[in-house]
């Protein structure tokens, strides 16, 4: 009967419905199979399942399944012609390049704030680069591993200029539209508890409809993390006529996660971004990384290219995995320019995402 | 009757009415309007009041929808176009007309597929809708689901066609045995369609070529309005034999089978299709087996043909309910069995006494199919709130959007309760 | 016989794979199913409460304050939609040409689109064409409140607040208050009634009905004016002077609370007008003309022999768009309604990731609520069953 009925789901499989987790290793599909059988005798008191290797999926698939927002322009959004761009995109291109050697090789699936954490944990995604902020909670109780961060964000507030408020403690009685998502609610809360001033919170899903709220005058205040407003405001018709209020009232460190117990499979996603983010201490950037990784003398560049030493064999990938990625992203700084930075409509300064040499956060664990 | 008799006498006249004139007999449109519009004063009042509704109406809309733009590329030109003055911005639906209707991930250079399949549908429906036609039509409705399936997904060919072999070989086995025994050919027609799959399972992996005809494109990027259309399609056919099957198992004379239908089904009708989807998007993934995960798409067909099972098995329920108890006597005094009796003479009668209700479950159905935005997948609904409504170049225009939407929906939802009165019409046999 | 164990057999195997699929997973995951976030702190904020509610309160007070909010505006949403329905259904009668057509347009345009954009567009509605609230703010506003009371903003609606002084809980007023107006109207309510069937009974004897209008009117009001005066109510003003953001005291229904309130009440009051004009069709036009041939006024032929018999075949579907608009009001989150899918099936999942456990608990009180209705309708029907002779 089990048989059989794999039989037959391979038969949806290849109508493309169901997409087997591991297809190589035939070993771990009998073991497992075997466990559900003895489930199916005495349910529940089975062995548990040996973690399947997402590296050895990711592989057998050809492509990276990578979660990412319903569209959050600047950060991960559809273009007119429907491809994904964005700086967690590029994030998720550049591990598709590190492993896959095609950056194009990505499966972008959107998730809400509400399924991202089922669709990561029960498979459906190997990667989740969604502005998640990494919580105590979600790294431990959640099971899930925050590879590293890639934007240190805060939560923030946008006020129209005409409403005359120079700091969020000024906020006292306003109407407060919420992008729910983030940790967003739960910042406020506290916030507003903290400064004994009272609100009224309205929670909104899309960000769509939060613009719209707000700018009709149905919020006195629009809050999400700040980058999330800098690129709400680059939307509006006239942007100047709204400011960011200095308060930052939350930490919200962004970065990728992937599911706990498979660490080979963090240490990938982990080692990918700091490679993008010592590429740009060290001056590497997609323009020059072909030269570079030819003509270095400096013996970090060349071990991070695998021109020297051994580093990529060491995470189960050849020896150009880190180059790939450079050469298809850019590095941290590029990224940055190119999705979010100054030069777009988004236009956010770099701040505490600087090189730690320029007095930012970022500081990526040394290569060697 | 005797004791109401004093009850009504307070309102009973107890005086004459007063002679009338006599009624007038000209013809014309000023009689009709005394007749229809103008019968007595709060009459004419309330037309003054309807009439000067839809002037108000008329008035606010009209000019917005006439004076609309239809070939600027974002809304800041469009109000530099329009300069202060009120219009529509309809370029919106010209600039991203392809994303409303087919998503802004299925490749553009594809867009014939789901095109054809779209006509080819009226083809496979016009057999089922008109009973005029000739039946030998209904082979292409028939095919017509793994012909669509291919169009839209694309992949090798295999696919469609051995599990279109399937069906083949369990309708024969079924022919076969049927005479017999209605269990044994229903039965031996799903091993025989099992069989098949199961062979196929090995048999598609070789016979599929590296690149196949139709290039395969992944359900989830499908999206606008053409997946709504084919959640309502897929789920509304999905949901008809299961509904059936429910409906029967209901009426069963054996309790663990009655018992299961009616736990299923008031459980199914007793929650809201959203928390049925959030099932879907965040529960269901658990359920299947550890080495695989399923498609949100078939996580979410599955759970809207349950949704949608649950409800026609009650409007086939009424439909057996409804048939006098003469019938099913009828059937027993000719030493018909259960299954045959079902098959020939109370299944015909009672799903054609369901039709009205099965359309307004589909109608139904296919409205809710928009609740599937929720859970971030990009139906129409979801194309607008998401990535159009987000965009920088149409930041704002909500309601040329919600209208299209609106108005979209209208066409088809209103086209298929007009067949349905029709269809009412047509089959009403009763006797008058 | 065999048939029922083969089913029993493949129902138990189908519940043992699913649950050995959801422990496999789950452990593969390290994840446990626990109910315990429940307890714990939600730490966020909900505007709409109908009883006491902060960030500090648990899961579970959140997920109750949203199954009320889901109750309130499921409540008004019926009468509403009953009251529109009915009005358009038998409107739809009417021997105006114009009014007939009026509400055929009315009830196809409603019926035919999905209630999701409905929502969306009315929400819209609201945001974009009502005033914003700082239109009344201010010393010297650009509005001023409706008859000193009212106030219409994007925000939502503002009403004065009855409060008493006098009362239990002295000047900050307590809920045994309202316990008391409650107990008074539901005494009200009996009283009427049996003055009704007082009336009922003199005019069975006497065929003269004795007027019971002012009887009525006194029983009604002279309970709540005593109480009111005992009490010491007085009323909250929605006042524009106490914060630069938003108009404070009264009673504020929040702009999301109001959409989709309304969004519900056109959009069922639309089924509701085909069921209340099927069941009016229903009734053989005998019955009228027999009525008439009686020589029964044309009003009272309506309210006497027309709608007892109409009521009859418009409960049941009545009953069931109830249902309907219970079910549909978890379209709350397209809004920010706080109702219990947005608190407990929203935030709440959102921010513990118990996704299993939220969405089993949601559909459990969906499914509470359905068979309580369904049990009531039950009880109506088995009551109006037509007693043959």
Known sequence: MRVFLQRITAGVQSAGFIHPKVVENQEEVKMKKSIILGALTIAGLSAGAAAAGTLDDVKARGTLNCGVTTGLVGFAAPDANGEWVGFDVSVCRAVAAAVLGDATAVEFVPTTGKTRFTALSSGEIDLLARNTTWTFSRDTDLKFDFVGVNYYDGQGFLVPKALGVSSAKDLDGATVCIQTGTTTELNLADFFRANNISYEPVPIETNAEGTQQYLAGACDTYTTDASGLASTRATFENPGDHVLLPEIVSKEPLGPLVRHGDNEWGDIVRWTLNALITAEELGVSSTNVAEMATSTTNPEVARLLGTEGELGGMIGLDADWAKRAIESEGNYGEIFAKNIGEETPIGLARGLNAQWTDGGLLYSPPFR | ?432 | MTLQVIAAILLALALAYLYSNLAANLRAAGLNISFAFLGSSAGYDINQTLIEYDSQASNFRAAIVGILNTLLVAFLACITATVLGVLAGVLRLSNNWLVRKLMAVYVEIFRNIPILIWIIIIFTIMTAVMPGARAYLGEDPERGLLGGLFAFTNRGVYTPAPIFTTGFGGAEGSGLNWLLVIAALVASFFGTRFMTARADKIQGETGVRPNTFFVNLAIWFVPLIILAFLLGLSWDMPDPLANRFNLRGGIQIGAPLIALWLALSVYTGAFIAENVRAGIQAVSKGQTEAAAALGIRPRRVMSLVVLPQALRVIIPPLISQYLNITKNSSLAIAVGYADVTATLGGITLNQTGRAIECVLLLMAFYLIISLSISAVMNVYNNSMKLKER
Not at chain 2, 82 to 87: D, E, N, P, R, V
Not at chain 2, 358 to 375: E, M, Q, R, Y
């Open chain 2, 1 to 432: 009757m005797s004791d109401t008799h004093e009850h009504s006498v307070a309102f009973v006249r107890t005086t004459d009415i007063e002679q009338q004139p006599a009624p007038s007999n000209a013809a014309g449109p000023v009689k009709w309007m005394r007749d229809n519009l103008f019968a007595t004063w709060p009459n004419a009042l309330l037309t003054v009041a309807s009439a000067y509704v839809i002037y108000l109406i008329l008035t606010a809309t009209l000019p917005w929808i006439l004076g609309g733009l239809w070939n600027t590329s974002s809304l800041a030109e469009c109000r530099e176009v329009l300069q202060g003055k009120s219009a529509a911005c309809f370029s919106v639906l010209t600039d991203r007309w392809n994303q409303l209707l087919f998503g802004f991930k299925y490749p553009s250079e594809f867009y014939w597929r789901p095109t054809l399949a779209l006509v080819l549908m009226f083809f496979a429906l016009a057999p089922v809708l008109f009973f005029d036609l000739p039946r030998k039509l209904l082979i292409m409705t028939l095919l017509y689901p793994f012909v669509a399936y291919w169009l839209i997904w694309g992949g090798t060919i295999w696919v469609p066609v051995f599990a279109l072999l399937g069906f083949i070989a369990g309708y024969f086995v079924y022919a076969r045995f049927v005479a017999q025994n209605f269990a044994l050919g229903f039965f031996g027609g799903v091993a025989a369609a099992a069989v098949v799959w199961y062979v196929a399972g090995f048999v598609v992996s070789m016979l599929a070529p590296e690149s196949p005809l139709l290039a395969s494109v992944p359900s989830r990027d499908l999206g606008g309005f053409m997946l709504n259309m084919m959640l309502g399609l897929t789920c509304v056919s999905l949901s008809i034999p299961l509904g059936i099957a429910l409906a029967l198992g209901r009426q069963s004379s054996m309790p663990l089978i009655k018992w299961m239908c009616v736990v299923f089904i008031e459980f199914i009708r007793g929650v809201p299709l959203i928390t049925l989807l959030f099932v879907a998007s965040v529960m269901l993934a658990y359920f299947f087996p550890p080495d695989a995960t399923v498609d949100l798409f078939l996580r979410v067909v599955i759970m809207i043909t349950i949704f949608s099972a649950a409800y026609i098995a009650e409007v086939v329920r009424g439909g057996l309910a409804a048939l006098p108890k003469g019938q099913y006597e009828a059937a027993d005094s000719l030493g018909l069995d259960y299954a045959q009796a079902m098959r020939l003479i109370i299944l015909p009668q009672a799903l054609k006494i369901s039709i009205p209700g099965i359309v307004n479950i589909a109608v139904g159905l296919f409205k809710d199919t928009t609740l599937v935005s929720v859970i971030s997948m990009f139906d129409l609904v979801g194309m607008i709130r998401g990535p159009i409504l987000a965009s920088t170049d149409w930041n704002g225009v909500y309601w040329e959007l919600l209208g299209f939407a609106a108005v979209l929906f209208f066409v088809v939802c209103y086209g298929i309760s007009q067949y349905s009165q029709w269809l009412e019409r047509r089959l009403a046999t009763d006797h008058r």
